[in-house]
């Protein structure tokens, strides 16, 4: 199991944060992420949610639950998210009734497989 730990700015504007994966990967990948933000202090209510959402290079979305404890997100990446090779635009959706706040962009590389390379 390979875990990537990272902080995640809920204001958007910065350069996205890169992350390299290998297509068709079986084991299993963690990003946690620590959330901030830049411009003051951030403080969740009660039962908001976490999601990954993004755009696979194949056109489909990707879309994960993601488990919240405090201002960590973790997410579980399973192998149908790198089957396509390329760069998958993403953002955590935090959703709290019908509030919603999403984090910074940042971008998961499915690194080819050299057998399809």
Known sequence: MQRKYAK???VPGQS???WHVSQHDKRSRH???SLFARDGTLSLPSGTTATLE???PDGTDLVL???LNN???TIDLPESAAETAGTIPCRILLKSG???LYTETFEIIADPD???A
């Open 8 to 10: 995640l700015d809920v």
């Open 16 to 18: 996205p944060q890169r």
């Open 31 to 33: 990003i946690i992420f």
């Open 54 to 56: 993004g755009r696979k």
């Open 65 to 67: 639950s993601a488990s």
């Open 71 to 73: 201002l960590a997100v």
């Open 98 to 100: 019908d509030k919603r």
């Open 114 to 116: 050299v057998k399809e």
